[in-house]
Nanobody, 121 residues
Framework: QVHIVESGGGVGQPGGSLSLSCTAS????????QGWYRRAPGKEREWVAT???????NYADSVKGRFTISIDQRKNSVYLEMANLKPEDTAIYYC???????????????WGQGTQVIVSS
């Protein structure tokens, strides 16, 4: 079994910063990529950023230049540093990991439980 646990988030002010962390654990053979999605109130889930194990990162236009995604492969962890926060960044943020578990040649997506980010003055 594979487990995804997120931490961080909370309440931040417009223009401020917050950070998120996510760690994958369990029966992991290989992690192919990790990333973040978010669901704002009343909206569909949207992709935020993804980083591959070769550290190539991609960002949604809405966060480009403000958010930074990074990984620590030794810890099977991915991080999201959020700067210059805007009220529209308010959402539940979900960690997404594309993992090949031990004992199977197939990759599959694993999701965390979500962590709340609120941007408000």
């Amino acid at each position: 079994q594979v487990h995804i646990v997120e931490s961080g988030g909370g309440v931040g002010q417009p223009g401020g910063s917050l950070s998120l962390s996510c760690t994958a654990s369990g029966s992991i053979y290989q992690i192919h990529s990790q990333g973040w999605y978010r669901r704002a109130p009343g909206k569909e889930r949207e992709w935020v950023a993804t980083i591959r194990t070769d550290t190539v990162a991609n960002y949604a236009d809405s966060v480009k230049g403000r958010f930074t995604i990074s990984i620590d492969q030794r810890k099977n962890s991915v991080y999201l540093e959020m700067a210059n926060l805007k009220p529209e960044d308010t959402a539940i943020y979900y960690c997404n990991s594309l993992i090949q578990p031990h004992g199977t040649p197939n990759r599959r997506e694993y999701w965390g439980q979500g962590t709340q980010v609120i941007v408000s003055s």
